[in-house]
């Protein structure tokens, strides 16, 4: 008796919420009767409501693993401590890294598109290309190619989010960067997948805040959480942007041991276990920008 009440307080239920759904989707039922003939009936206009008003969009960069897909306006410049940027259209942008080559001797390549939907979506691609280079140092040897798929959506005037997927396909890791995460089940594995979201909050007219959340190695035994803040100052045509993010091994949350590893990565020690000690680290990479457009 019990369980046929519970079925049917259950389906009730369920036909509630399907008919006050397509209720909502397509409005009231019509409604049809015979009118008198005395009277005569005015359509009102429907009433048509307005898109959400929302502030201009600023030039903003976003985090290393999850980047906006913001576009320079056709014909403009990006200078600054992350990128060297020019918007061939409104939508389409190529631009390298003065960072990655400064202090990783990374020559490298970004390609970002971006595509609006509405007033409150848009999607994006970003393309990138990084290759270590003599001429610029000796410290980092990788080469690796990026693919990030992107949607932002606007959740309200002072909030937006930005869903990423990440693909990276290192042809050389022998000393990559700290984003590159290695699988400790299949350490030959060259692919690594991510999905991060960035979370944009207007804090003031000139500022916002970025808190970052993701997991990097989403194909690997042991996935890394990823974790982020930063705050930006804008100004005119340009920001300057200060925080960190970190990734991790999800199985040892607690240890951080990334500069140990850092060293006995280069030790010629044979009796180091760099898989091991590499399971307990924590990866901190800077978000640091000063850009300036023109």
Same mark, same amino acid.
């Given at each position: 008796?019990? %369980? ?14 399907? @008919? ?23 359509? /009102?206009?429907?009433?048509? !409501? ?9 030039? *903003? ?12 306006? !056709? ?21 390298? @890294? ?9 020559? &490298? *390549?970004?390609?970002?598109? /971006? ?6 979506? &848009?999607?994006?691609? !970003? ?24 949607? /932002? ?26 984003? /590159? ?69 999800? %199985? ?28 307990? &680290? ?10 300036? !457009?023109?």
């Amino acid at each position: 008796m019990q %369980s046929r009440l519970t079925w049917v307080v259950v389906r009730a239920l369920t036909w509630f919420v399907i @008919s006050w759904f397509v209720l909502l989707m397509c409005g009231p039922p019509a409604v049809t009767w015979a009118k008198p003939a005395n009277l005569t009936w005015k359509r /009102r206009p429907a009433q048509t !409501q307005s898109p959400p008003e929302f502030p201009t969009e600023p030039f *903003l960069l976003g985090h290393l693993e999850t980047p906006t897909n913001s576009t320079l306006p !056709q014909g403009q410049w990006t200078l600054g401590t992350w990128t060297l940027g020019y918007g061939l259209t409104d939508q389409l942008m190529l631009a390298t @890294s003065p960072w990655l080559a400064g202090y990783y001797n990374l020559a &490298s *390549l970004l390609m970002r598109f /971006r595509q609006p939907i509405d007033v409150r979506r &848009s999607w994006g691609i !970003q393309l990138g290309y990084f290759k270590n280079s003599d001429a610029l140092g000796h410290v980092y040897k990788m080469e690796a190619g990026g693919l990030w798929l992107l949607y /932002r959506y606007r959740v309200n005037g002072n909030y937006r989010v930005v869903f990423s997927f990440n693909y990276y396909r290192f042809m050389n890791d022998d000393v990559p960067f700290s984003l /590159r995460r290695w699988d400790l089940g299949n350490v030959a594995e060259k692919n690594q997948l991510a999905l991060s979201t960035l979370h944009e909050v207007v804090v003031d007219k000139n500022i916002r805040f970025n808190l970052e959340l993701g997991i990097l190695g989403l194909n690997y035994h042991y996935p890394n959480y990823h974790f982020g803040a930063s705050s930006a100052f804008l100004w005119g045509d340009g920001y300057f942007q200060i925080g960190l993010s970190a990734t991790g091994y999800i %199985s040892n949350i607690t240890k951080s041991a990334y500069n140990q590893v850092f060293m006995q990565y280069y030790s010629s020690t044979a009796s180091v276990d760099f898989q091991s000690v590499y399971q307990n &680290s924590v990866a901190v990479h800077p978000e640091i920008q000063l850009q300036q !457009q023109f």
